[in-house]
Every structure is written in C-alpha cells, then in structure tokens.
C-alpha cells in the first residue's frame, strides 16, 4: 500500500469492527450537533417561542424582556411539557442502551416512537397529507408508519398555524388600546405626538392587572 505524506496507515489497517465504532461515533456526534434544531422542531419550544415573541412585540417594549429571558422561559417550558415524552424517551432507548441491552439502531428506533406520537397528536392532517402527497407514499397504518422526513416538518407549520392563532387573540386587546389612545390624541389634536409613547404604560398596566404572565403560561400549557 502506498504511505501517503502526513497520512497514517493505522486507519487501513483497522479491524472493520473498529472501523464501525469510528464511524457510529461520527454519526452519534452529528446527532448531538443537530440537537438545536431538533429541539426547535421536534417539540413544543416553536409554538412557546412564537407566543412570547408576540406578547412582547403586542406590548411594544422593544427588548423587554430579553431574548435570553424568553429563550430561557421557552426553554424550561418545553422541558416540563415534553417530561412524561423524555421520560418515555429515558426508559425505551437512553438506559438500555446504555447498559448494553440494545443496539444504537435499535435505541435510535425506540426513542423515535414516544416522539412521533407527541408530534402526531399535535400535527393536522392537512399538513401531514401534504408531505406525504408530495412524497408520493402510502397512508401508514400505524404513527409508527410515518417518517420522521414527513412528521417534522408537518409538525413544524402546524404548530406556526397555532402560535400565530395564539399570537392574534394576544394582539386583539393591545391594538384596542392603541386605537383608542390614538383615536383620544386625534380628538385633542396632538397629532405630533406618538401614539405608542401613551399606550405603552396602559398596555403595561392592563398586562399587569389581569396577570398577564400567568394567563399566557396557562394557555400554553393547555394547549398540549
């Protein structure tokens, strides 16, 4: 064999079964490195974020709170409502696996099958039927039938839909506000001055006075 500069021959000398451990522990750390984007899609952390982008952005306080609070508050959130699913996830796949009872394929299987069922009752049939039309591919017979290619990214706009749906009834009370604070300016011809330097401490007030925190919390947890 020819000794390629700066090349070592160790790893053409491997043993197939070290190569096959290289090669699962690469796909393992590629796995780990498109965590974000599975915790974006794959869980109740769109629709959380969403919501709380809009009630800061119906208050119009600029960046308060933070994106690190809101981040954060999404963060916790989608961790206490996908706790039975992780837990699911826990005793299926993560435990006998590591106690060497399963194979990786087998705990990648078994952790997809709690998570495909929480997708699956929160995705709409429209926008499931949607992927799979395109894909050309059979209705499945069980949630278990359903890709992962497929379920995602339905489950991905059905929880948009249902943020934004969210998003406007939060809207609803802060723009009356605003039309009446600009309707009373109009009436007193302050035309000059901004609107929404007037309505922000009133939006503020009536956010504060009905709880406005706890209600938007509230809702998001009843709604999974």
């Known amino acids: 064999m020819i000794e390629l500069p700066g090349i070592s021959n160790e790893l053409f000398n491997s043993s197939p079964e070290s190569v096959a451990t290289t090669v699962r ?7 780990l490195s498109l965590a974000p984007a599975f915790l974006v899609l794959m ?3 769109t629709r959380i974020i969403v ?7 119906g208050l119009a306080t600029q960046q308060m709170p933070p994106n690190q609070v809101l981040i954060g508050l999404a ?15 826990n005793d299926q796949a993560l435990t006998p696996f590591l106690e ?11 952790a997809s099958v709690p998570m495909k069922e929480f997708m699956a009752q929160h995705t709409r049939q429209k926008d499931l039927a949607l992927f799979m039309n395109y894909t050309g591919e059979e209705r ?10 497929t379920l995602v990214p339905a489950f991905a ?27 009373v300016l109009m009436a007193m011809g302050m035309m000059m001055l901004p609107p929404v330097m007037i309505s922000l401490p009133f939006k ?11 209600l938007i919390v509230r809702s998001l947890l009843e709604s999974y």
């Open 100 to 110: 060497g009872e399963i194979s990786q394929e087998e705990a990648m299987e078994n």
């Open 140 to 149: 499945p017979e069980t949630i278990e039938d359903i890709p992962l290619t």
């Open 75 to 89: 963060l916790f959130l989608s961790f206490f409502i996908m706790g039975p699913v992780l837990s699911d996830v």
């Open 204 to 214: 503020i007030l009536l956010f504060v006075l009905v709880d406005g925190w706890y």
């Open 43 to 45: 869980t109740s952390f």
């Open 51 to 57: 919501v709380l982008s809009f009630v800061r952005n």
């Open 25 to 31: 522990l690469l796909v393992l750390l590629t796995v």
């Open 157 to 183: 706009i059905s929880e948009l839909k249902t943020a934004f749906q969210m998003g406007f009834m939060i809207f609803v009370p802060f723009l009356v506000i605003d039309m009446i604070v600009a309707s």
